[in-house]
Structures are given as structure tokens and as C-alpha cells.
């Protein structure tokens, strides 16, 4: 559906000004699109208020609660500086690494190596950077396309990294 503007007689010439009374919405979408913001803003809120949206935002935040449950002890003992919340972090997804690639329930500790690096990692970073006065930087790390064994040490090459820096890296 999309609002157009009618012009009377279906002259070019007629300027009348655009009001409510003279719209109408209809089906033909190779009409002219007035106030298309609107028309965005309206169909985005139809998504945010969809009966399946409130499910799915629900699910998350089952999940973040499960998730939180089965770590309290993990997330408990992080220490209080962004620097070792971030090396403790990575120790954390270093040793789920192995469950994720070789374990039985591969789907639900990927999912939780994905909740650390999501909430914790990543917000450690952002508390690193702010605290050090930096600006967020992109991840010095990239990982192409690789089998899922050479995902896997690039991974724990990059999370040792963190968590053991050598001095040569750390003094620039």
C-alpha cells in the first residue's frame, strides 16, 4: 500500500495543497510515493508491534537470562579493570573453544561463546577504550573463509594473543 496524491482532472498543472482529505492509499505501487518517511515509519512500526515480534525479543531475553544463570559463577568472578575483564574474557571463550568445535552440543556452546563475546567481550573493549581515553578501533583480527579446524587455531591463536600479548606487540 502506498499514499498518493490524486490530482483532479488528472492534470500536471494543479498545485493544490497536499492534505489528508485529498489521499487516498492504494495498491498500485508504480504511483508517485508521497511522504515516504511516514510511510517507512509506519511500516516499521507495524513490525515493531507484529505478534511475532514480541516472541522473538522474549526468546532473547530468556536466553540472556539462561545464559546468565548458567555463568553466574563466571560472571561473577571478573575482575573490575576493562584490561582483565578482557583477558579473562578470552581465557573464558579460549577454553569453551573445544566445545564448540568438537563437543556434542555445538550449537548451544557457540551460542554462548557468541553471548560472551556479544555482552562481555565486546563491552570491555568499549570500558578498555574509555578508559585508556582511545578511540574504538576495529579488531586487528580477520579471519577469511576457513575450514572449521583452521577457524579453530586462527581463534585460539588470536584469544592467546589477548590474554598472553608478547612484548614487542604491546609496546606499540
Known amino acids: 500500500m502506498c499514499t498518493i496524491i490524486l490530482l ?8 493544490k495543497k ?7 492509499e492504494i495498491p498500485n505501487e508504480n504511483k508517485t510515493i508521497t511522504n515516504f518517511i511516514g510511510y517507512m515509519a509506519s511500516k516499521v ?16 531475553q530468556e536466553d540472556q537470562k539462561e545464559f546468565a544463570e548458567r555463568y553466574n559463577d563466571v560472571l561473577a ?21 573445544p566445545s564448540v568445535f568438537h ?5 548451544l556452546f557457540f551460542s554462548d561463546f557468541s553471548m560472551f563475546y556479544l555482552s562481555e567481550f565486546d563491552a570491555a573493549y568499549s570500558q578498555y577504550c574509555n578508559v585508556n581515553q582511545e ?20 581463534l585460539q591463536d588470536c584469544l592467546q594473543q589477548i590474554i598472553f600479548p608478547s612484548p614487542a606487540k604491546s609496546r606499540k
Open 8 to 15: 483532479e482532472n488528472h492534470q500536471k498543472k494543479s498545485r
Open 45 to 60: 512500526s507495524e513490525i515493531q508491534n507484529s505478534p511475532w515480534q514480541k516472541p522473538l525479543e522474549q526468546r532473547e
Open 135 to 154: 578511540y574504538e578501533k576495529e579488531y586487528p583480527f580477520r579471519f577469511p573463509l576457513l575450514e572449521a579446524n583452521a577457524l579453530e587455531k586462527e
Open 18 to 24: 497536499c492534505t489528508p482529505a485529498n489521499t487516498v
Open 77 to 97: 568472578a571478573a575482575p573490575r579493570t576493562a584490561e582483565g575483564k578482557l583477558r579473562y574474557f578470552a581465557n573464558v571463550m579460549l577454553n569453551l573453544l
Open 103 to 107: 563437543g556434542r552440543q555445538k550449537n
